[in-house]
């Protein structure tokens, strides 16, 4: 089964077994009705959990899971990144794409010169940057614009880039 990260388990809540998560989801309307998710711990390792309560709270959740009944048990989880199948995702209109699926592709110039690797992704507000470190740990900017990216080759797992004036 194909996954997607959705957040991340950071810390212990109480003393009942309940965990604070930190939600990557612009919007929690996907967790609606869900009885259960993957957790995937550091070394990982994936185990599937019954959900008997999910709390959304701006950009938290707390959850508590079936068969984590104390602290002890929740602390054993905390770094756990937080699964849901990839079908549950809306498709996105051409040209658009999820970051799980351009971090980790490789970039290259039109010319085919060899840029790195997208290794984050962070948003301005007008738009994303692309995060591409070269193999020696040079660190490139890419701004997720038209301009700058000319193709996303999902498949291939690659992207390729023209380099605008600066970077």
């Known amino acids: ?7 991340e388990i950071v810390k212990t ?7 604070k998560a930190v939600s990557f989801l612009e919007s929690s309307a ?3 009705g869900l009885d259960g998710i993957t957790l995937e711990s550091k070394s990982g390792e994936k185990s599937r ?9 701006g950009k938290f959740l707390f ?22 199948p990839r079908d ?4 996105l209109p051409e040209n658009e794409y999820y970051w799980q699926d351009i971090i980790g592709l ?25 995060v591409c470190r070269s193999e020696n740990g040079t660190e490139l900017l890419i701004p997720a614009i038209a301009d700058a990216v000319v193709q996303v080759d999902l498949a291939g797992r690659r992207i390729i880039v023209n380099l605008l004036e600066g970077l």
């Not at 809540?13 to 965990?19: A, D, I, S, T």
């Not at 959990?49 to 709270?57: D, F, G, L, Q």
């Open 1 to 7: 089964m194909d996954f997607f990260v959705f957040g």
């Open 13 to 19: 809540r109480g003393l009942q077994g309940c965990v």
């Open 30 to 32: 996907v967790l609606t």
């Open 49 to 57: 959990y019954e959900i008997e309560k999910i709390n959304p709270s």
């Open 63 to 84: 959850l508590e899971l079936k068969g984590i009944a104390d602290v002890e048990a929740a602390r054993a989880l905390v770094g756990a990144k937080l699964l849901l």
């Open 88 to 91: 549950l995702l809306e498709a």
């Open 106 to 130: 490789d970039a290259y110039t039109r010319e085919g010169r060899h840029l790195g690797r997208i290794e984050s992704i962070f948003p301005t507000g007008s738009n994303d940057v692309y």
